[in-house]
């Protein structure tokens, strides 16, 4: 529905006024800069604590305190199976099977863990494709996993480019590529979500290309998960994994989410590197010595549940649960849009020039380059309350998650921004 925006405080007011999940702003703690409330814009990086969140981790403390190691059995939610709480309402959030999810270590190490099972370099198909530039962490698992399989990186890793002077990756451009390395493309891995330019990729069509062309197609959803609608086992992607504590919420550093499509459950002829939590719960404890894997995601755990680290993402979870990712979407849509409105217009009004580098296809985070401004802007906004992120050479990423920004939040960045141009 467009809507015709006005840059007012009452405008923005009104808007809150009418927003169905208004009432989860005060579900979050803020920060304050100067006695202030801070302005949130870094929920891509960072999401808020939500409240209820230290009730999930104390209950965790309070059975450590009382039944300690009776915990694993006899604690309210049982530790030894507690990660198996999380596989339900993570499905819906990325559009899979429960069977499908399961939630251990973090991110980086479970991607590693993923393409011990789905990157099988052979003589003849051994190429991984990714986007240029990806997530430096992807890079440097990119290149290690290469050279563990005594390849040469450069022969090995594809990477697909943006065309001169455009900010964003085509579609035709990636599908090309996928085409042109076609039988020697062994993985394609890339981010669902850009991290630096915000970027939706189309997750659909490029699965479909890969697997078209006989290579695995694994996701890395960091910056997609509980951003933008996912369908993981309708698009038939192979594998996917994401961090939990950017719009998930969960809490610095946390736990990773693996989704591993049904196909592969009970597959013996899929190498994994194995530990006793990934063997059938029925025989854990006979503690013999051959492995017994469960028949879903779970049989790709390796260590016992991190209890704590599980219990924000829990109470995250239940917060998705109640609003669902549709709710989400519709608000991050009317949010971001009303965003870039309020950017054009202090664009027209100050002497300044910002370019939104994001796309079209695009989730909440807007990526603004700031052409003439510096870093004395970014830290005057920091200074004012607003808090964002620098990324070199000059932009700014603004992500308003809709479970806790308002769009008087908007309105009133917009006010700073205005005013920090004018000062700095
Ligand atoms: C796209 C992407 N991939 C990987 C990572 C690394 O995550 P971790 O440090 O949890 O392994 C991040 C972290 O922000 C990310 O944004």
Redesign the pocket.
């Known amino acids: 529905m467009d809507m015709t925006f006005e840059n007012t405080a009452e405008f923005a007011r009104q808007l809150d006024a009418t927003d169905p999940l208004a009432s989860y702003r005060e579900q979050f703690h803020f920060p304050s800069i100067k006695g202030k409330q801070v302005i949130y814009f870094t929920g891509n990086?960072l999401g808020l604590q939500p409240k209820r969140t230290a009730a999930y981790v104390e209950e965790i403390m309070e059975d450590w305190r009382q039944l300690a190691v009776e915990g694993h059995f006899y604690a309210d939610k049982p530790w030894w199976d507690y990660h198996e709480r999380l596989a339900a309402p993570l499905s819906k959030v990325v559009g899979a099977k429960p069977s499908e999810i399961t939630v251990m270590n973090?991110?980086?190490?479970?991607?590693h863990l993923l393409m011990v099972s789905f990157y099988r370099p052979t003589k003849k198909r051994y190429k991984i494709l990714c986007e240029e530039k990806?997530?430096p962490?992807?890079q440097y698992m990119f290149q290690s996993q290469i050279k563990f399989h005594g390849l040469d990186v450069s022969d090995t890793l594809v990477e697909v480019k943006k065309r001169d002077g455009e900010h964003y990756w085509r579609t035709e451009d990636i599908l090309a590529k996928i085409d042109e390395v076609g039988d020697e493309l062994a993985l394609v891995l890339l981010?669902g979500v850009?991290?630096y330019n915000g970027q939706v990729f189309d997750m659909e069509t490029i699965t479909r290309a890969g697997k078209a062309v006989g290579a695995y197609v694994g996701w890395?959803l960091?910056?997609a998960v509980g951003n933008v609608e996912l369908a993981l086992h309708e698009w038939d992607a192979d594998f996917a994994a994401w961090?939990s504590?950017?719009y998930m919420n969960s809490g610095p550093?946390n736990a990773?989410g693996v989704y591993i499509h049904e196909r592969y459950h009970g597959r013996t002829d899929i190498p994994r590197f194995e530990g006793w939590w990934g063997t059938k719960k029925e025989t854990r404890f006979l503690m013999q010595p051959q492995f017994d894997p469960m028949e879903n995601a779970d049989a790709w755990q390796v260590s016992n549940a991190p209890v704590l680290a599980l219990a924000p993402y829990l109470a995250s979870l239940e917060m998705f649960e109640e609003v669902g990712m549709p709710a989400l979407i519709a608000k991050r849509d009317l949010i971001v849009n009303y965003l870039e409105f309020i950017l054009k217009e202090i664009d027209r009004e100050v002497d300044s020039n910002f370019e939104i580098i994001t796309p079209k296809e695009r989730g909440t985070q807007l990526s603004v380059f700031l052409h003439g401004e510096g870093r004395t802007l970014f830290d005057y906004l920091m200074e004012h309350g607003v808090i964002t992120d620098w990324r070199e050479p000059n932009v700014i990423r603004l992500a308003p998650a809709p479970f806790y920004c308002s769009f008087e939040d908007m309105y009133r960045f917009g006010q700073i921004l205005k005013k920090g141009i004018r000062e700095t």
């Open positions: 990086s973090t991110l980086t190490v479970n991607l990806a997530f962490s992807d981010g850009n991290y890395d960091a910056h961090c504590y950017k550093g990773s």
